[in-house]
């Protein structure tokens, strides 16, 4: 006897299909909560938080005290809501892993798959940066800190020419995303961050890299909100496979 399951698992699969596309640009677009977020967590330091002078981890420091950095130079440091502060970097580190995974599942390509996966794997990382804050776990937090920001900068590149083939303007502010990414972290490592201060060149490193998340949820929500499909593209799904 024959029955209709197939059915039913079909428009599943469509309503799966239909849902994703908007999951994944909303996924990234709440990355931004990240800025606000760190903002009044900065504010309710009671001597004041240095935004060229302070590290982005010592909002989430979990004592009060005076650290020092690898340069020598002390930096006192006092963050109340420094929870708030981790659980953002969790929060916004899964955001990301669910929008990279999304947006792996939207598009074709090797490549740009490939490097979703490593943009998720980032994410992963953000997430650990909240889970071992600098004063506790110095070591841990900061070797998940730079490898996070090597596989974000290699997942973008490696999305690069899928995103160009499909949506240009993403495209230019990927590139130039990744080259000032990469010139904040010559200032984070050099000398004493050649005068430009350490929370100034960390930010240039890491956030332009967390602007550029936000960026890609508001283009791929527009892009669906004007009846497209995320910039998706049938001719170039089946080219790039």
């Known amino acids: 006897m024959m029955s209709t399951p197939p059915v039913v698992a079909v428009g599943g699969v469509r309503s799966n299909r239909v849902r994703l596309p908007w999951l994944t640009a909303g996924c990234w677009l709440l990355t931004l909560l990240y800025f606000p977020v760190s903002i009044a967590v900065a504010r309710a330091w009671p001597s004041g938080y240095s935004w060229s002078g302070n590290y982005i ?20 440091v006092c963050s109340p809501d ?7 970097f969790v929060l916004t580190g899964l955001l990301t892993v669910v929008g990279a995974l999304g947006w792996a599942g939207m598009w074709n390509g090797r490549w740009f798959r490939a490097g979703c996966i490593l943009l998720a794997g980032a994410g992963l990382g953000i997430a650990g940066i909240g889970l071992a804050p600098w004063n506790i776990r110095t ?3 900061d070797t998940i800190a730079l490898l996070q920001w090597f596989l974000q900068l290699v997942g973008m590149i490696l ?15 990927t590139a130039l995303s990744v080259v000032i990414s990469v010139i904040g972290g010559v ?5 004493s961050h050649s005068g430009l201060g350490a929370g100034v060149s960390e930010r240039i490193a ?9 960026l ?8 669906l909100g004007s009846g497209g499909r995320g910039g998706r593209r ?8």
């Open 206 to 214: 890491f956030d332009t890299l967390t602007v550029w998340g936000g």
């Open 216 to 223: 890609v949820g508001l283009v791929l929500m527009l892009s």
């Open 234 to 241: 049938p001719e170039t799904d089946r080219s790039s496979r």
């Open 82 to 88: 420094h929870a708030v502060q981790n659980l953002m």
């Open 57 to 76: 981890s010592d909002l989430g420091i979990t004592r009060c005290g005076e650290y020092t950095d690898r340069d020598g130079m002390s930096r006192a």
């Open 159 to 173: 999305i690069l020419p899928e995103v160009t083939r499909r949506l240009r303007s993403l495209a230019v502010c």
């Open 139 to 141: 070591q841990v937090h």
């Open 187 to 191: 200032f984070l490592f050099a000398s």
